[in-house]
T-cell receptor
């Protein structure tokens, strides 16, 4: 059974710093990986998707995937107080396997001025 | 374009009553998911629809819960004989395809008194 693990935090970083959020998963055949941001009282919002090993950058966000180590991370550069939220990692399986994503419990990020 | 919409945004019902929650996915999205999230908890998968295939109901917590998706578009989640433990935010998400990212609706907050 797939499991997705995240440090619950809170992770506290000063404004302008790099926030590093990590996620490990137990299913070697997982192929699709996603990061979502969830503000308190709101629904999850997609930040990034990544499907192949390496880095993928979008503005201040960089997702990093290492399938051999079963590890996906999200870097937030120049963190802002508005980035304070819970960040959810989600993993989907292969074609032919389960398309039901497994979500981590999320990491709470606090960016302080 | 229009995102995923859900109605109602809030629903208060008495224990034992039936409720229907509606989800309008993004046009053209073939996959649709229902989740629930209790206060301070993670996402709990309920049911998954993919195109015209039979839904994956493996996450439904009891036979009081059911869902349908008409014409491959709008979905309704029905909870019969509601219990207090059913109180949660019910989230709907749609995906362009089964291995792609999900887009969440704003959710329906259900309170059973």
């Amino acid at each position: 059974q797939k499991e997705v693990e995240q440090n619950s935090g809170p992770l506290s970083v000063p404004e302008g710093a790099i926030a590093s959020l990590n996620c490990t998963y137990s299913d070697r055949v997982s192929q699709s990986f996603f990061w979502y941001r969830q503000y308190s009282g709101k629904s999850p919002e997609l930040i990034m998707s990544i499907y192949s090993n390496g880095d993928k950058e979008d503005g201040r966000f960089t997702a990093q995937l290492n399938k051999a180590s079963q590890y996906v991370s999200l870097l937030i550069r120049d963190s802002q107080p508005s980035d304070s939220a819970t960040y959810l990692c989600a993993v989907k399986g292969l074609p032919g396997g389960s398309y039901i994503p497994t979500f981590g419990r999320g990491t709470s990020l606090i960016v302080h001025p | 374009g229009a995102g995923v919409s859900q109605s109602p945004s809030n629903k208060v019902t008495e224990k034992g009553k039936d409720v229907e929650l509606r989800c309008d996915p993004i046009s053209g999205h073939t996959a649709l998911y229902w989740y629930r999230q209790s206060l301070g908890q993670g996402l709990e998968f309920l049911i998954y629809f993919q195109g015209n295939s039979a839904p994956d109901k493996s996450g439904l917590p009891s036979d009081r819960f059911s869902a349908e998706r008409t014409g491959g578009s709008v979905s309704t989640l029905t909870i019969q004989r509601t219990q207090q433990e059913d109180s949660a935010v019910y989230l709907c998400a749609s995906s362009p395809d089964r291995d792609r990212e999900q887009y969440f609706g704003p959710g329906t907050r259900l309170t059973v008194t």
